[in-house]
């Protein structure tokens, strides 16, 4: 299927998604890696949140010292096993923080934890944000192309989404994903449901066939069996594997700019030689 005649964008959004380190040694070697993707001018870095919150403290340090450093850091938060008084303790202190931006997600609830909290769905928690702090956070939520893994069907799915738009979300990060007639479809059908915000595209660099393919089966992206089996016959040649990534990557990425995608976000797993790749390739 040839690209999809999406709306041209006259600026692209960059972002890159960091997870926060649990040492003194990985927040050393994220201060590097964020000073070498600074160099391509991303509009912002984004810090993951673990399941119920289990990294908040960290995942708020992460942050601040991202902005410390000079760049522009948006934090995941969930809101599955949340209280609203927790919740609205935690969001005043990123707002005293001076930090303007959000990544307002679901979550999960941590393994043999029973209590989903006052809090179900991310539609939920955009409209609790937005009741509680206005217009203050620039607030990003989750899109699914290949449709999240525990919906009950595409529809469901995209009227789920359609809720936490209309809760007052302003964009969208997809999950990741290596066909890009599934991103295409996904936009079409927004369009047709009066969906205008910008939904950007997630994109997983390939460096590791057994990591992604962990990945992919836990969260639902698919990795279209030809990508696959090409994977899977390189065994443990990582050169062969990181080679052939690249190609399939830039490849999605230069089809989804040439459609009109508002811009790409990175899940960079904390290295920045393979996004740094990509994006020269890109010629960005």
């Known amino acids: 299927m040839p690209p999809s005649p999406l709306t041209p964008h006259a600026s692209l959004t960059s972002s890159f998604e960091f997870f926060p380190p649990n040492t003194d040694e990985g927040a050393e070697k994220l201060a590097v890696t964020a000073r070498e993707l600074a160099l391509l001018k991303p509009k912002f870095f ?7 919150g289990s990294t908040q403290a960290r ?6 010292d991202l902005r410390a450093a000079g760049h522009d850091a948006a ?19 990123y707002k005293e923080s001076g930090i303007k931006h959000l990544v307002a997600l679901r979550g999960d609830l941590p393994s043999g934890t029973a209590s989903a909290g006052e809090f179900h769905y991310a539609n939920e928690l955009v409209a609790f944000i937005r009741k509680e702090f206005g217009s203050h956070f620039v607030i990003e939520v989750a899109a699914y192309p290949e449709y999240h893994p525990q919906a009950k069907s595409a529809q469901d799915d995209l009227n789920n989404f359609k809720r936490k738009v209309d809760a007052g979300a302003d964009s969208a990060i997809t ?3 290596y066909n890009a007639d599934c991103y295409y479809h996904f936009i079409e059908q927004c369009e047709k449901m009066g969906i205008a915000i910008p939904v950007v595209p997630g994109i997983m660099p390939i460096g590791r066939f057994s990591q992604l393919a962990r990945f992919s089966d836990a969260c639902g992206a698919e990795i279209p069996r030809w990508i696959r089996k090409k994977l899977e016959g390189y065994g443990d040649d990582t050169d062969s ?3 052939f990534g690249l190609d399939v990557v830039t ?11 508002p811009g790409l976000h990175f899940y960079t797993m904390n290295q920045s030689a393979l996004t740094t790749a990509i994006w020269k390739r890109l010629g960005l």
């Open 46 to 52: 984004s810090v993951t949140y673990g399941a119920g």
């Open 59 to 64: 995942t708020l340090k992460a942050v601040l």
């Open 75 to 93: 934090p995941h938060i969930s809101c599955v096993g949340s209280t609203r008084a927790g919740l609205r303790d935690f969001l005043q202190q």
């Open 175 to 177: 999950q990741y994903f």
């Open 241 to 243: 594997i990181r080679a």
């Open 251 to 261: 490849k999605l990425c230069e089809d989804l700019l040439k459609a009109g995608a």
